[in-house]
């Protein structure tokens, strides 16, 4: 069954960076259509971060802009997200998301799969 495996959160002080991954693993994947990183604050709602299409088209949040990038390798099926001058309030799980082309549930289409979820700590 197709999977999306996260990695590298963890604790970091203000101003600090972070690199997240997100690799598509196990099952047969075809092609890995968008991705998106999301990230859900204690308490609050998921919220959008950011997205980036297979031709390379990316989309942030206001609120990262400048900040934060998204990229993807579709060779490795992989996508990142390079986090640069982290403030605490970017403090959060933080989850990746993938619309991929796969064989799974029987049939070959396109599904909508999530990580796991990495927590991001910035102290001030």
């Known amino acids: 069954q197709v999977q999306l495996v996260e990695s590298g959160g963890g604790s970091v002080q203000a101003g600090g960076s972070l690199r997240l991954s997100c690799a598509a693993a196990?099952?047969?994947?075809?092609?890995?259509?968008?991705v998106g990183w999301y990230r859900q604050p204690t308490g609050k709602q998921r919220e959008l971060v950011a997205q980036i299409t297979r031709g390379g088209s990316t989309n942030y949040a206001e609120f990262v802009k400048g900040r934060f990038t998204i990229s993807r390798d579709n060779a490795k099926k992989t996508g990142y997200l390079q986090m640069n001058s982290l403030k605490p309030e970017d403090t959060a799980v933080y989850y990746c998301?993938?619309?991929?082309?796969?064989?799974?549930?029987?049939?070959?289409?396109?599904?909508?799969?999530w990580g796991q979820g990495t927590q991001v700590t910035v102290s001030s």
């Open positions: 196990s099952g047969t994947i075809f092609s890995i259509k968008t």
């Open positions: 998301n993938a619309l991929l082309l796969a064989q799974d549930r029987g049939r070959v289409d396109e599904f909508d799969y």
